[in-house]
């Protein structure tokens, strides 16, 4: 294009946008609950949209299209679906009056209806995000359903803000998209991209339109290795900016790459004719001399601030990296390095936390001011040396801090054997297990937690602020775990939990429990739709004071003659579900936490609970985009993993949880684990896992779950019938356990007992039908 606009010299990739108090939260769980209409949805939304704006032209990015146009109203994958018109034919025309896809069809792709599954949900790169995975397959008809874009860029317009808007990028659309029901053996959704670029060059018209000067098309798929060929890659990312680049009226395009180095694309995104390309220079190398002299003539948009993580960042690096950037005569600005979604909002909010601790952190809005300091650097270096310098110091004394290192930690972990990350072989344990355990076929379960009910949120509210006393609290959730021992009694499961009513979060519960770690007020970041989650910040060496779950689940069991499951979260999951200290490799934390489980399950075995769930949901999250990175990565896991559990004896049953995660891939690493029983996700995807499971010879104890618990939809007793029918047709009956995806905690009872209810008597069906 001609006349192509400056880029601004500071930006972001992306905002929190949920809500600084997660007010997207409330009003979305409040109109899916009939409480408030689709106009009180759209104000509340366009407030915090507002107030977003507001924030960070005055944190300082004031300049046209620095302030990201991220905003959601569930997830930026089903915003791409809604726009361009992928709906899968399984859901019927979703489309109104108008041939729009409205907010009413956006969630129910999302959430699903009585007959339909919502879209499968899976984990963004090696984030705690989700997002909903896209169908598509030949009869996908692809046009253009959705405006919002447009809408929420003249809705910033009219109060004074020219944002950039976003979209994801079509080859990461079509990337991270499965093949349809429908779609023949080796369908590749890549292959509808030619019928795809249409519907986005139609938008980059209307965003032109609207006054649009910059858009950011996110292609993070670039920086990961995938299952499709190299060649054809590069061939869709040249093709697809080929057809983008040449639309007569469209904005200037910035391509972002976050979560790594580009590697063999970076010359494919160099020859096209795009504007500016983001680089992910915190996790990913700067780029040599020679891939630098390839972007002559674009805006390189450095991503040198971290946009997963809070540590505050070490300027000086940055500004190295920048100063060679400027050095190698390329046209330079100043970003992150991903979205800061993945963060809370600000660290000023945090006044629990110790001053201390506080210096050494940079939330969204931190991380605004260093991008900006940054930018300044760029310009003048003595206007920001003071910052620089400052930071510097502040690092520097955060590894002389008390807690950072403890002796007798690092002790134990210098005195660690390879016997200590084994078990007896699986053929003795086994045996040992059904003698102290006489389970009947298809034991039924579920993952651990039941309901977070208002009154147990306002128990828990209560105890913090003192208005009732510790013993008025354990006494009420004394009271809460006898009802969900006697519910599942009734129901007829044959392995109880004591439903977790005690625990805020699985790792928050933890972190607050150990040495090491520190938690939020108002540290919130998205997981998934409405969901948020508040991350621990792991700072220090891990150690365990005193026991943190045996008096509970002691309790849990004297209430029932059957087996009562402990629960813990496992080491990865804790590391991948905080935000972990960065001065130390994640393999030596990991085992840190490793020990301190150990250390719970003895006392555990030791208060007679013979069935221990240590739970790794997050274990396919961390693993590194790419492959030449990932077997490093499987060796540290699965040994804390097997560190945490080696010490348990024969007879106790270790079980562990995975969820959301594409278990092909990691198959070995699930198997390394060496649990006696592992369940797994497997009702939104229909049962696919079942497949790795045959195809691997997966010999040991596994539960696909049988009911999604991410919806609030609930799953017909012949619905759970067939799932298991699936299930037993791949899987040997004998190792094979019933439960739900997940844990129930997000759940309502009704739902929940409706649900449970009919998973019960599907399995009596089906082992009747094994007899």
């Not at 001609?2 to 769980?29: C, D, H, M, Q």
């Not at 950039?164 to 029901?181: E, M």
């Not at 600000?346 to 006044?351: F, H, K, L, S």
């Not at 004297?558 to 590391?575: A, D, E, Q, R």
Request: glycine share 6%; with cysteine; aromatic share 6%.
């Amino acid at each position: 294009m001609s006349n192509t606009p400056v880029f601004p010299s500071a930006s972001l990739l992306g905002y929190p946008r949920i809500g600084r108090r997660r007010e997207l939260k409330k009003a979305i769980e409040a109109f899916w609950a009939g409480k408030i209409d689709e106009a009180a949805l759209d104000t509340a939304a366009k407030e915090i949209q507002l107030v977003a704006a507001r924030r960070l032209s005055d944190l300082g990015l004031n300049e046209a299209a620095a302030i990201p146009g991220t905003f959601s109203y569930y997830d930026q994958v089903l915003d791409a679906t809604t726009h361009i018109g992928a709906v899968p034919a399984r859901f019927g025309d979703l489309r109104n009056a108008a041939g729009e896809l409205d907010i009413n069809a956006y969630f129910t792709l999302a959430r699903g209806t009585g007959e339909q599954q919502p879209l499968e949900m899976t984990k963004w790169f090696d984030t705690n995000y989700h997002y909903l995975v896209p169908e598509i397959g030949p009869e996908t008809n692809f046009s253009l359903t959705s405006n919002r874009i447009v809408e929420q860029f003249e809705f910033a317009k009219s109060n004074g803000f020219i944002t950039r808007p976003y979209l994801l990028g079509p080859v990461t659309y079509l990337l991270l998209s499965k093949a349809s029901d429908g779609a023949p053996a080796g369908f590749s959704p890549l292959s509808r991209l030619e019928d795809v670029l249409p519907v986005y060059a139609e938008l980059l018209a209307l965003l032109a339109a609207a006054g649009a000067s910059w858009v950011q098309l996110d292609e993070p798929a670039l920086v990961a290795d995938q299952d499709v060929p190299l060649t054809e890659i590069q061939a869709a990312v040249a093709r697809s900016y080929e057809v983008l680049t040449s639309a007569a009226e469209r904005p200037a395009i910035l391509v972002s790459t976050p979560f790594g180095a580009l590697s063999e694309l970076l010359p494919t995104l160099a020859a096209s004719n795009i504007e500016a390309l983001h680089i992910d220079a915190f996790k990913g190398a700067v780029p040599s001399a020679q891939e630098l002299a390839l972007l002559a003539g674009k805006t390189v948009v450095a991503g040198v601030v971290d946009g997963h993580n809070i540590w505050r960042n070490d300027l000086a690096v940055s500004a190295a990296k920048l100063d060679a950037l400027k050095a190698a005569g390329v046209a330079v600005t100043v970003s992150t390095s991903t979205s800061t979604q993945h963060v809370p909002h600000d660290v000023d909010e945090e006044t629990t936390l110790s001053t201390e601790l506080r210096s050494w952190l940079a939330f969204a809005d931190q991380k605004v001011a260093e991008v900006v300091t940054l930018s300044a650097h760029l310009v003048d270096p003595a206007s920001s040396a003071a910052a620089i310098a400052e930071a510097s110091a502040v690092i520097a004394s955060r590894a002389t801090a008390a807690g950072v290192q403890r002796p007798e930690v690092r002790a134990r972990l210098a005195a660690l054997t390879p016997a200590s990350f084994n078990r007896s072989a699986f053929a003795v344990r086994e045996a040992a297990q059904d003698t102290a355990l006489n389970l009947p076929p298809l034991p039924t379960t579920t993952i651990g937690s039941f309901p977070q009910t208002s009154e147990i949120r306002s128990a828990r509210a209560r105890a913090n602020k003192g208005v009732i006393t510790n013993g008025d609290y354990e006494q009420l959730m004394k009271d809460e775990i006898k009802r969900v021992v006697n519910l599942q009694e009734e129901l007829g499961f044959d392995v109880l939990v004591h439903g977790e009513p005690e625990r805020n979060d699985m790792v928050q519960y933890f972190a607050e429990n150990l040495e090491g770690f520190d938690v939020t007020v108002h540290g919130w970041v998205q997981s998934y739709g409405s969901r948020c989650t508040r991350p621990s910040i792991l700072w220090g060496d891990v150690t365990r004071e005193k026991a943190i779950t045996v008096d509970w689940a002691e309790y849990a069991q004297s209430l029932t003659n059957k087996p009562m499951k402990g629960m813990l979260t496992g080491p990865v999951t804790i590391l991948a579900w905080s935000f972990v200290r960065d001065d130390q490799p994640l393999g030596d934390t990991a085992n840190q936490v490793g020990l301190a489980l150990r250390d719970e399950i003895a006392d555990l075995e030791a208060a007679g609970i013979k069935i221990i769930q240590v739970d790794e949901p997050a274990l396919r999250e961390l693993l590194p985009l790419r492959r030449t990175d990932q077997a490093a990565y499987l060796d540290w896991s699965v040994n804390s993993f097997r560190l945490a559990t080696a010490g348990a004896v024969d007879g106790t049953q270790i079980h562990t949880h995975l969820c959301y995660s594409e278990f092909g891939v990691i198959i070995d690493a699930i198997d390394g684990l060496d649990a006696d029983v592992t369940s797994i996700e497997a009702a939104r995807s229909r049962m696919d896992v079942v497949n790795d499971l045959e195809a691997h010879g997966f010999g040991r104890g596994v539960g696909p779950g049988v009911y999604d618990i991410h919806s609030p939809r609930v799953p017909g007793q012949a619905e759970v019938t067939e799932l298991l029918g699936t299930a037993v047709k791949h899987v040997p009956a004998r190792q094979l356990w019933v439960n739900p995806d997940c844990g129930l905690k997000t759940r309502g009872y009704a739902e929940t007992e409706e649900s449970l209810r009919n998973l019960v008597q599907a399995t009596r069906e089906v082992r009747a039908q094994l007899v």
